[in-house]
């Protein structure tokens, strides 16, 4: 008797098409969880600094001067460095770095408010 060894051609295309339907639905939603999870960074980061600006600059001693940010979840970052009490526009702004399109701003005029805009 005679026992044949392996699989059909048909089998294997069958699992070949079953990986690559399973693939293209997985793809597609891990990029987006990626993308949100680098902006979600950004916004941590972004958000850490602010705080650290906030207490810097509203500080009741007068010899404490925020420094710079740091970006490795962001692009870029507003240097707020150089602010003091007298610094009229707190605003500060990054972006996020594999999104163009998602900017971040915290009003510190507002306690350090951090939001996302699309």
């Known amino acids: 008797m005679k026992f044949n060894k392996g699989f059909t051609l048909v089998e294997i295309m069958l699992v070949i098409a079953v990986i690559g339907i399973l693939m293209a639905i997985a793809i597609p939603s891990y ?3 990626q993308k949100k999870t680098q902006v979600a960074a950004c916004l941590h980061e972004t958000k850490s600094y602010s705080n650290n600006v906030f207490v810097d600059i509203f500080d ?3 010899n404490t001067h925020p420094g710079q940010p740091s ?6 970052i507003t240097d707020a460095s ?3 009490e007298s ?5 500060i702004e990054a972006k996020s770095k594999n999104s163009s399109t998602v900017d971040i701003r915290c009003d510190l005029s507002k306690g350090a408010n951090c939001t996302i805009i699309p």
Not at 71 to 76: G, L, P
Not at 87 to 91: E, F, G, H, Y
């Open 82 to 84: 150089s602010w003091n």
């Open 31 to 33: 990029l987006l969880y």
């Open 71 to 76: 970006t490795s979840s962001c692009s870029f």
């Open 87 to 91: 610094t009229t526009n707190l605003i």
């Open 60 to 62: 009741q001693n007068n």
